[in-house]
């Protein structure tokens, strides 16, 4: 039997290594706030108010929607990839059928990005990659688009692009992201493949990890309304507006 070799290039061997360190950074996170290792999970724990000046004064790895001066401001921690965040994001059709089961979930983070588009409030999106590769590529390739000015069409073709709650099926691999991004009407698409495929935004998706643990979040759709944390649903949402 012959013995066969795995070679890895040195240009390569880095990005390895990031991958590995978002996931200790993550679970790490998920271990110490939660005392679990399972962090994909609606998250309804209510706490006191925290501090997220990071993820509202980094526009490059947390874009917002709507006035920056808005009285309301509304963070969402979401995995691109996690069913119940696509649920919250009430684009594909799929997720009607989970609207009795889940009412407050569904459609929830539409309601506010629709306010957000109506200058009615800021919506800040955490591009929170911790459910494997694909959950990565879907980070990257949204703040590839957000380069161009384009994160939430971006954002809204992720996840329109899920025909399933199932994950690692494929949908987000970077062919397919670059498919998808292909269809937003003014991309530059070189350029944005160009990043995709350098994984540009890969090291900050470590510092987004770290963000994220350090805030106390330990699963996704996690909502901050102005500072406070509620409950992943439209209820809990609207009730904590001012």
């Avoid at 691109?80 to 983070?109: H, K, N, R």
Wanted: charged share 15%; with cysteine; glycine share 8%.
């Amino acid at each position: 039997m012959s013995e066969e070799k795995i070679t890895i290039k040195k240009s390569d061997l880095w990005k390895y290594a990031t991958f590995v360190l978002i996931a200790i950074v993550i679970v790490g996170a998920v271990i110490m706030f939660t005392g679990s290792s399972n962090g994909n999970a609606v998250n309804n724990t209510d706490t006191g108010k925290v501090s997220l000046e990071t993820f509202t004064s980094n526009s490059v790895l947390y874009p917002s929607l709507g006035p920056e001066d808005a009285d309301n401001v509304v963070i969402e921690f979401s995995d691109f990839q996690c069913p119940y965040c696509t649920m919250a994001s009430g684009i594909p059709s799929w997720t009607e059928q989970y609207a009795s089961q889940y009412s407050g979930l569904v459609g929830a983070a539409e309601n506010v990005q629709e306010m957000a588009a109506n200058g009615e409030l800021r919506f800040i999106y955490v591009p929170w990659a911790f459910l494997g590769e694909e959950s990565v590529y879907a980070s990257e390739a949204a703040l590839c688009a957000n380069e161009q000015g384009k994160f939430w069409e971006m954002h809204n073709a992720i996840f329109a692009a899920s025909d399933s709650p199932s994950e690692h099926t494929g949908k987000y691999s970077k062919e397919n992201l670059k498919i998808i991004a292909a269809g937003i009407s003014g991309i530059d698409k070189t350029k944005f493949n160009n990043c995709l495929d350098n994984d540009d935004y890969l090291p900050s998706l470590q510092k987004i990890a770290s963000d994220v643990g350090s805030a106390g979040v330990s699963g996704t759709p996690t909502f901050f309304v102005n500072g406070q944390k509620v409950s992943a649903s439209w209820p809990a949402i609207q009730a904590a507006l001012k």
